[in-house]
């Protein structure tokens, strides 16, 4: 029966961390997947969470969520995107559900586009998450590109964005990283976002968001949610996809949300079940564990503050090491601009080098990170800062 069938590549990101794991290095480093680490380098789970583990314990019972999943934890999802007074939510605009997950959300969402606008096609930034080819490519919608970074500068090609966002057909669907862009951590400023915004407000574009990092670009989810905001402002309708992996640490608790913001509350039923009937024959309904801690966390004062607090924590530590890695690549004598490093934001330093210099990372020093030079600033810490930074220097001067 499966004689034909060759072994997949391997995930370009999860490889990484297959590949580490099998590493017998003392020494090996792991800045390959987007998991936050304490920094002696180990998985951090936030004592918000385990607080609301306490008061869940023994209260819950294990019956199946709506298709929809936690309406609670829809709720309180969409307040963190929206706004905690946001009059859409209020008139009930919001088609939401929750979603495995920012990719299960992305996933529901190239489904839905493809179901209800089998014409359309999805424009993608260059870089973007690889898994966002996977997603849209597995839901049949065609992808087109537009310009985002700029390799020589390690910053925003806006003029080129902008004049993409023109060239687009009226109508087209872009995906937008909502703040700390991966993998490049390099975001609009909040003027660039403005223009953006209406750029695609005059073609008629539809903005999908994925907001992955809530809280990570600034140590502060609201102030994250700034674009998102702007094109609210502006009047558009946006979809939106929302995870708890990072910045509540509920990596493998899979728990997120898709939004669709709609004209009016009867277009948002409606597209609530056509979301609720995508689901079912893939999965059915979500699962209830993570969604209990999240609506949990968020609906106590006491823990909701703590939370903030944690993710605060997190973004600081990591931009922490921004300035480390920096200082001892100067200190090392460097030749290369490392500026970039402390200029990026989030999760991941987008750092230049190449897949051959990422090569030798791994098979001479045991550093692990993906082959566009990518580095998970979450996986540097106090101890292992110099020996990245040394051997950075290393694969980058000749
Ligand atoms: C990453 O980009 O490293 C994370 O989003 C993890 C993943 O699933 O790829």
């Known amino acids: 029966w499966w004689s034909h069938v060759e072994p997949a590549p391997k995930d370009p990101i999860l490889g990484v961390t297959e590949a580490f794991l099998a590493d017998t290095s003392p020494e090996k480093v792991n800045v390959g997947v987007g998991a936050y680490r304490d920094d002696n380098g180990k998985p951090v789970v936030l004592e918000c969470v385990r607080e609301a583990e306490r008061r869940i314990a023994g209260n819950q019972n294990m019956e199946y969520l709506p298709m929809g999943g936690s309406v609670k934890m829809v709720d309180e999802t969409l307040k ?52 966002h080819h996977n997603i849209w490519r597995d839901a049949q919608v065609p992808q087109r590109t537009f310009h985002y970074y700029h390799p020589e500068t390690k910053g925003l090609d806006f003029a080129s964005l902008i004049d993409d966002v023109k060239n687009a057909p009226n109508g087209s669907f872009f995906l937008l990283h909502a703040c700390a862009h991966n993998p490049t951590g390099v975001d609009p400023t909040e003027e660039q976002w403005k223009e953006i915004s209406y750029q695609m407000k005059v073609k008629g574009h539809f903005p999908f968001f994925d907001m992955a990092y809530q809280g990570f670009a600034s140590g502060d989810p609201e102030r994250d949610a700034k674009s998102i905001r702007i094109f609210l402002e502006d009047g558009h309708l946006i979809g939106c996809a929302q995870s708890y992996a990072k910045n509540m640490g509920l990596y493998g608790q899979r728990v997120g949300c898709l939004s669709v913001l ?64 920096k200082e001892n690549l100067e200190k090392l004598g460097s030749p290369l601009s490392w500026e970039h490093i402390t200029e990026q934001i989030g999760m991941f330093c987008y750092s230049g080098m190449t897949p051959e210099q990422v090569d030798r990372l791994r098979s001479e020093y045991h550093i692990y990170m993906t082959r566009n030079g990518r580095i998970s600033m979450a996986g540097v810490t106090t101890g292992n800062v110099g020996y990245l930074a040394n051997a950075i220097n290393e694969v980058t001067k000749s």
């Open 262 to 325: 709609c004209d009016d509350e009867k277009q948002a039923v409606a597209v609530k079940s056509q979301l609720q009937q995508i689901a079912r024959p893939m999965y059915s309904n979500p699962p209830v564990h993570g969604a209990l801690m999240v609506s949990t966390i968020l609906s106590s004062p006491d823990l909701k503050e703590l939370w903030l607090k944690e993710v605060k924590v997190m973004a600081d530590r990591i931009i922490g090491m921004r300035t480390a890695l």
């Open 80 to 131: 963190l995107a929206y706004g905690e007074n946001s009059d859409l939510i209020k008139e009930k605009r919001i088609a939401a559900v929750q979603a495995l997950s920012g990719t299960g959300a992305c996933r529901l969402f190239a489904d839905f586009q493809k179901r209800f606008r089998p014409e359309s096609q999805i424009y993608i930034p260059v870089p973007t998450w690889s898994n």
